[in-house]
């Protein structure tokens, strides 16, 4: 399969979720086009606000380590659910500003894997350019 070093990987890191209270385990991985890896994995907390999505902790860990939309080959997101997981809303915003629009998005939870980018997830996202805009 095209994408599964990164299926892979990313599934090796919803072994690291912290997910007392959903029981819903999220992996991810962000593949760059210099060929390393950023994972993240989904960790809740009692008070819900504080937690944090598989996908933001990987996306930010590699903004975090200098790389930028450009430098973004490719994210898988995988879940432990019935069904193939999606991004949630604040996953998608964030994804649609720091991924590039046709960036592979790779969703998978072992029985069935999808690919997507996020125009397709989020076709009218909230961006830069509607701050700017003026009536």
Do not use: W
Request: hydrophobic share 35%.
């Amino acid at each position: 399969m095209e994408y599964q070093d990164i299926l892979d990987k990313a599934f090796k890191a919803m072994e690291n979720a912290y997910a007392p209270y959903s029981n819903y385990y999220v992996g991810a991985c962000v593949k760059t086009v210099d060929g390393n890896y950023f994972i993240g994995a989904n960790i809740e907390n009692a008070a819900y606000s504080p937690s944090i999505c598989g996908e933001r902790n990987a996306i930010f860990a590699a903004y975090s380590n200098g790389y930028r939309k450009d430098d973004i080959e490719s994210i898988a997101i995988v879940t432990n659910g019935t069904r193939v997981g999606t991004p949630c809303g604040v996953c998608r915003q964030v994804l649609s500003e720091l991924i590039g629009p046709k960036t592979p998005i790779v969703l998978s939870n072992k029985k069935e894997t999808k690919v997507m980018n996020i125009t397709e997830l989020l076709p009218y996202s909230f961006s830069a350019e509607d701050l700017h805009e003026k009536l």
